[in-house]
């Protein structure tokens, strides 16, 4: 079955050090999402993709980057974590073509930076 | 541009009991509506969603939604909730042009007691 992964599940880290969190699905999708989750906000979208090499910027992408390099891997790289940066942090996967389509979510990681 | 706001951040419910979860949106077009559910340490899964037509939509687990134009609200509702049904609930807009990208109201944290 397809399906969307994340790594690792739960991470540790300390201020100042960059981090990078994998994302990868194997639905073959082009579109590609980095979400965070925090209590009260809901998720809001950090970067997105709908393709090899395109990357664009959410609503709240300061602090993080993208890149795409193939198909099935949009890594999430903090560049400098801050503390600001803990949360719960969500890759979602899409098909091309109707704004409509469903995504799909990987289970998630749960990012602390001291 | 597009908001989504979920009025209760949590409904505590007995079991058998029926629920509303409460969504209203802001947009200046047409929209395409989305209910996710995200159940402890998981990823979110689709619920249901409207996209036109009628205007009572049907998903998974017994749940249904009635979007209203004029109050530009979505409601979520269950006749009989059960123990399994303990979960986050989040409301998501997007319309025709946005690109597949979803706007996430805060969620609702079902909670549902024996």
């Known amino acids: 079955d397809a399906e969307i992964t994340q790594s690792p599940r739960h991470k540790i880290t300390e201020t100042g050090r960059q981090v990078t969190l994998a994302c990868h699905q194997t639905?073959?999708?082009?579109?590609m999402f980095w979400y965070r989750q925090d209590l009260g906000h809901g998720l809001r979208l950090i970067h997105y993709?709908?393709?090899?090499?395109?990357?664009n910027k959410g609503e709240v992408s300061d602090g993080y980057s993208v890149s795409r390099s193939n198909t099935e891997d949009l890594p999430l790289t903090l560049e400098s974590a801050a503390s600001s940066q803990t949360s719960v942090y969500f890759c979602?996967?899409?098909?091309?073509?109707?704004?409509?389509?469903?995504?799909?979510f990987g289970p998630g990681t749960r990012l602390t930076v001291l | 541009a597009q908001s989504v706001t979920q009025l209760d951040s949590q409904v505590p419910v007995f079991e058998e009991a029926p629920v509303e979860l409460r969504c209203n949106y802001s947009?200046?077009?047409?929209?395409?509506l989305f209910w996710y559910v995200q159940y402890p340490n998981q990823g979110l899964q689709l619920l249901l969603k409207?996209?036109?037509?009628?205007?009572l939509v049907k998903g998974i687990n017994g749940f249904e939604a009635e979007f209203n134009k004029s109050q530009t609200s979505f409601h979520l509702r269950k006749p009989s909730v059960h123990i399994s049904d303990t979960a986050e609930y989040f409301c998501?807009?997007?319309?025709?042009?946005?690109?597949?990208?979803?706007?996430f109201g805060g969620g609702t944290r079902l909670m549902v007691k024996p």
């Open positions: 979602a996967s899409s098909a091309t073509g109707e704004a409509y389509n469903e995504q799909f």
């Open positions: 639905w073959n999708h082009n579109n």
């Open positions: 993709s709908y393709g090899v090499q395109d990357t």
């Open positions: 947009s200046s077009v047409s929209v395409y």
């Open positions: 409207y996209l036109s037509g009628s205007t």
């Open positions: 998501a807009v997007t319309s025709p042009n946005a690109g597949n990208m979803l706007t």
